[in-house]
């Protein structure tokens, strides 16, 4: 097989420049066949690209040697003029001069095997090129290059630890001696465990800056919801009507304040309904609600407030909002002559705001971004935003769990070996000291061609 890959880099579409790029063991000879390289690697040239005797564009080559380039490989990259048929025209060049194209990622891919990043520094790749806001971003380079990584390699060298332990006293096994104390063993496996669940149940918070902090918006039909979501989207995103039950299913979109990506979900009115597809939308807002790190419950404010209070005792009794951050909002107080401070509930924050006229938006905002600073506050410095990642470590955690419960029961190294071999495999698989190709597959479809 063809190991020379050649790919368009930059998007799709006519541009200033764009970047062909060129990796694998044939990547010199290719392109000496169209320009001449550089003379020596980190260097560039300006020089003209010629297919035969035809001049097809002024272009500048980058020179990089394996093993110090992204992919480990040999590699070209071409800056030509970004009109579209220059750039098919170069491609094709390089495939009909004996590349092959690139699939998918697979540029990354060259450089996991290559061994210049592990799987997970490559997955991260994929996330800091998807990142939208600060707070993604800084995820995505904590996992290539930050914490993260080192936190894996220490859970790693534990695990490796305690299995030496136990494989040196399977090597004396005739002598029918314990080299390790039990109780100290189980301490350490204790401690490995506890790591593991901190990172697991960092996953929550670190999805939520990945994806949007979930927050939804809930209340009874007409209370002016979707004109909430429209108004913070500053977009006419959800249909707005007067009549009530207008919004049947959940309305998702992101918004990001102040580097903090936000995910607002709009949802069905609040309402015993008979209609079977109503019904079904009300079912979805208590599931949203679940999910919602925040919920705002919208309020008509010309409308009784007892309403309010109601609802959510109402939820209350199907799910607590223990953990959640819950906002009673009261709109429409443009519509309001008298204050309406006075009829809250001590118990819960309130906010006023008029959808409509704007009123009041950016403290809805301030308070939102203000809440989730708090949250983060408390976050641990490794966060943990993949969910491959997070079963894996479900594994690994279940394995220590069997280690903790033979060693409890005094059950032989050998045994207690196997379990612990168990969890440094499921360990392995997310940097990729063990992988399948299905897995890497799975991986690398999800980058787009040229990275
Ligand atoms: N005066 C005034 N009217 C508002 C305000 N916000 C919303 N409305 C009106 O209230 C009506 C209902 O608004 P929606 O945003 O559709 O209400 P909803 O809560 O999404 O309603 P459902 O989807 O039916 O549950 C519309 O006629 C809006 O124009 C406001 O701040 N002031
Ligand atoms: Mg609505």
């Given amino acids: 097989m063809n190991n020379t890959i050649a790919a368009i880099s930059t998007p799709h579409g006519i541009g200033g420049i764009a970047v062909v790029r060129l990796s694998g063991p044939d990547a010199r000879a290719i392109a000496s066949r169209h320009v001449s390289l550089p003379p020596q690697a980190g260097a560039v040239r300006f020089t003209p690209f010629r297919i035969g005797d035809t001049l097809l564009d002024e272009v500048v080559v980058t020179l990089f040697l394996a093993p110090h380039s992204y992919t480990g490989q040999d590699t070209v990259e071409f800056s030509c003029h970004g009109s579209l048929y220059i750039q098919q025209a170069l491609l094709q060049a390089l495939l009909d001069s004996g590349a092959r194209l690139a699939e998918p990622g697979e540029f990354t891919r060259q450089a996991f095997l290559s061994g210049r990043l592990n799987l997970s520094q490559a997955e991260a790749v994929a996330d800091l090129i998807d990142s939208t806001n600060a707070a993604s971003h800084r995820l995505a380079v904590s996992q290539l290059r930050g914490g993260y990584a080192k936190e894996l390699e220490q859970l790693r060298q534990q695990l490796v630890d305690l299995t030496a332990l136990l494989e040196l006293e399977l090597d004396f096994s005739d002598e029918d001696v314990e080299f390790a104390d039990r109780s100290q063993l189980i301490s350490l496996v204790s401690q490995t465990s506890t790591r593991v669940k901190a990172l697991r149940d960092s996953f929550h918070m ?120 819950l906002f009673i909002v009261h709109n429409k107080i443009d519509k309001c002559v008298k204050p309406i401070h006075e009829l809250t509930h001590s118990q819960i924050n309130t906010l006023e705001i008029s959808a409509k006229e704007g009123y009041g938006l950016d403290t809805l905002t301030e308070t939102l971004a203000n809440t989730a600073h708090t949250e983060l506050a408390h976050a641990p410095d490794v966060m943990l935003t993949n969910v491959r990642h997070y079963n894996a470590l479900g594994q690994v955690d279940q394995a220590l769990l069997n280690v903790a419960k033979s060693l409890t029961n005094g059950l032989s190294a050998d045994l207690v070996v196997i379990d612990l071999r168990d969890a440094l495999h499921h360990l392995g698989t997310i940097t990729g000291q063990v992988t399948t190709d299905e897995v890497l597959g799975t991986i690398f479809s999800r980058f787009c061609i040229g990275k």
Avoid: C, M, W
């Fill in 206 to 325: 670190g999805n939520a800056l990945k994806r949007g902090i979930p927050v939804a918006i809930i209340g009874r039909p007409n209370a002016g919801k979707s004109s909430l979501l429209n108004a913070l989207l500053r977009d006419n995103r959800a249909i707005v009507s007067d009549i009530p039950g207008t919004t049947r299913d959940t309305i998702e979109e992101t918004f990001v304040i102040k580097g903090i990506p936000f995910r607002i979900i709009d949802t069905a009115g609040l309402r015993h309904s008979d209609d079977p597809i109503e019904f079904l939308g009300i079912q979805r807002t208590i599931e949203t609600v679940v999910q919602a790190d925040i919920i705002l419950y919208v309020h008509d404010a010309t409308q009784p407030f007892v309403q309010a209070l109601d609802d959510l005792q109402e939820l209350q009794d199907i799910r607590s909002f223990d953990g959640k951050h």
